[in-house]
């Protein structure tokens, strides 16, 4: 049996968003419905393009949003959503209310595999090309609730915080082939916990771009990868890592380019980032091969080792591809 990783771009389950946050100050026990002392609380999510002819959705249905361990009321589930019509920058609010004023960190989403909103099975699926579903669940397990770590964030008397959830199904789903055979799943529950980001909305930035030379011919199939300053480690992450064997692991996120040479890379934290670019051979039987990193060169005087991005201040690209280089 081939385990191979399909590239899903970078950003799903903002979907998986199930707000657990723990509180700092107990007298804010006034639960989710607010009150004085409460703010509104928006929760959205994200993803980021699918790279395969095969597959032509990726659904999941949440059935509760929850806030430390209470219930969200501002989320109205079930809710099934197509993550692929969420690129590029795009998100779609799952829920907003509101919600106790103070300091919080974890988020969990609870999922329904078996039926998505409309009590159809499954819940959670990949749609192929032919419009047959293949059902996801989480890989050895049957576990629904995906709590996650979020930074710390706060919710503050009388304004508004508004969340996005980034999934990364890259990340997030593993395929396995026998034969002309091809099956999907998420991978194990800490991988998935580790491909969505979440993060502060308004105070987010992007990073886009052009690769002006960009040919498909002699380049293939091309992604972006934007990491953290000096994190990037070519022999480490261009190998599969984890149980998943997940490639480029340690990305924050990832931008597939497109046809004319455009990528965009959303809803990034203030910081200091370095993109690289890899080439992946055309899809055979829906999957990708990693053929090679790209020699890029900025062509407007930014250092692609060092891209500093301030709050909701976006960084554009002009890059140029000189050579490929081996893995």
């Not at 916990?193 to 199939?221: C, E, F, H, W």
């Amino acid at each position: 049996m081939k385990v191979t990783r399909l590239f899903l771009g970078a950003a799903l389950i903002g979907t998986l968003g199930f707000l657990q946050m723990s509180c700092e100050d107990s007298s804010n026990d006034m639960g989710p419905d607010g009150g004085s002392g409460s703010g509104t609380l928006k929760v959205s999510i994200t993803d980021s393009p699918i790279d395969s002819p095969e597959v032509k959705g990726a659904f999941v249905t949440v059935t509760e949003i929850k806030v430390d361990g209470k219930t969200f009321d501002g989320f109205k589930g079930p809710k099934t959503v197509n993550l692929l019509e969420l690129q590029n920058g795009n998100s779609l609010e799952l829920g907003s209310g509101n919600f106790n004023a103070g300091t919080f960190s974890k988020i969990t989403l609870v999922l329904d595999y078996e039926k998505d909103a409309s009590g159809t099975a499954p819940g959670c699926y990949i749609q192929k090309a032919d419009n047959t579903k293949q059902k996801l669940q989480l890989n050895g397990s049957t576990q629904n609730a995906i709590e996650l770590t979020a930074k710390q964030f706060a919710v503050q008397e009388g304004k508004a915080t508004e969340l996005v959830m980034d999934f990364d199904l890259r990340k997030a789903i593993k395929s396995e082939t026998s034969g002309s055979q091809t099956t999907y799943s998420f991978v194990s529950y800490g991988e998935l916990q580790a491909a969505i980001r979440t993060v502060d909305k308004p105070s987010s930035s992007d990073i886009s771009g052009k690769i002006d030379n960009y040919n498909s011919t002699t380049m293939g199939d091309v992604v972006v990868y934007v990491y953290k300053k000096g994190t990037f480690n070519q022999s480490t992450e261009t190998q599969g890592q984890g149980e998943s064997q997940i490639k480029f692991k340690n990305a924050v996120t990832s931008a597939k380019v497109d046809g004319s040479g455009n990528f965009k890379a959303a809803f990034l934290e203030q910081g200091d980032y370095e993109v690289h670019c890899a080439s992946y051979s055309k899809p055979t039987g829906g999957f990708f091969g990693l053929k090679a990193l790209l020699n890029i060169q900025s062509k407007n005087n930014v250092d692609l080792s060092s891209i500093v991005l301030k709050s909701d201040a976006d960084v554009s690209l002009s890059i140029s591809v000189s050579t490929i280089l081996g893995l």
